[in-house]
């Protein structure tokens, strides 16, 4: 009887040992487990803290009013239109307009590496009844600490402004003058640019060189035509010292236009079936302003 209470007494012991044991081994996996977990939760806040970190939102805003005083065209009796309302630039009229001036836009950055960012900005122009465009879509990626080659969609660098024509806080101005940066009824290109940065004693240059093609519905005649341009390239030096910028640009481009809508829309037989331009390559003199330091948002 008594070895019996005995050998009860061992199992006992060891069934308690075992669940012991059982208890470390499952306590221990849950330790483990919650360390798992911590470090997710922390690999979790670092990699939101370094997207957050990576991409920022910008945007800007202009509002503005227009009106002339020139309510008729002038020149008397050598100007057949004297007399007849006179609309600066078909736009611009004696009545007061809230949106000839006013735009807004947003832009979003996203640096992907040290060498590589993409940037989007989207604009909504009250002339156009504020129906929003992509004006930049591209990829940026430095080749050179003083190179760096962009691709998809670029503003055209015609004039010493035009990266940031659309931003008012960019520029002294309440309007960048009409006859320079409206002559032309585009302002973006699918392409690509690469430009190097370079100094030469105190003047500090960016050189660049661009190369893409457009396609441009136009609205203002009988009928909607479509104007194409190709091989549309050039090359532009800017050049600072102190307050003072210089600005030179030479391109070149292809303008190509179907015009049979028009005949049709006109009810007359065909008269052009296309009509194309080659816009040869011509300098545009330097232009020299207080520098501006401007970001497009």
Not at 29 to 37: G, H, I, K, T, V
Not at 103 to 128: H, P, S
Not at 221 to 227: M, N, S, V
Request: one cysteine or more; hydrophobic letters at 35%.
């Amino acid at each position: 009887m008594e070895s019996r209470l005995k050998l009860l007494g061992a199992l006992a012991l060891a069934a308690s040992g075992a669940v012991h044991a059982a208890d470390a081994a499952s306590l221990e996996d849950l330790e483990q487990r919650l360390s798992r977990l911590e470090a997710q939760g922390h690999d979790y806040n670092a990699s939101s803290a370094d997207w957050t970190d990576r991409v920022t939102v910008n945007g800007f805003i202009t509002y503005g009013l227009t009106r002339h005083d020139v309510h008729q065209k002038q020149g008397g009796a050598l100007n057949p239109d004297a007399g007849s309302r006179f609309n600066y630039l078909e736009r611009v009229t004696d009545e007061v307009s809230h949106r000839e001036l006013s735009r807004a836009g947003i832009q979003f950055n996203a640096d992907v590496n040290d060498k590589t960012k993409v940037v989007v900005q989207m604009l909504a122009r009250g002339r156009d009844n504020y129906d929003a465009e992509i004006q930049w879509a591209y990829v940026e990626y430095k080749l050179h600490p003083s190179v760096r080659w962009r691709g998809g969609r670029l503003l055209l660098p015609n004039s010493m402004h035009s990266q940031y024509y659309n931003v008012g806080y960019a520029y002294h101005w309440a309007a960048l003058p009409s006859e320079v940066y409206d002559i032309v009824p585009f302002d973006t290109m699918d392409g690509m640019d690469v430009t190097w940065s370079f100094n030469t004693g105190s003047l500090s240059h960016d050189l660049s060189a661009f190369y893409g093609s457009l396609d441009v519905p136009d609205n203002t005649l009988p009928a909607t035509i479509t104007y194409q341009g190709r091989d549309y390239g050039g090359i532009n030096l800017r050049s600072r010292w102190g307050d003072l910028s210089t600005y030179l640009s030479y391109s070149h481009a292809k303008l190509t236009a179907d015009l049979s809508p028009v005949d049709a829309a006109l009810g007359l037989p065909p008269t052009f079936a296309a009509a194309s331009i080659d816009v040869p390559a011509s300098p545009v003199p330097a232009l020299v302003s207080p520098t501006t330091t401007a970001s497009s948002c």
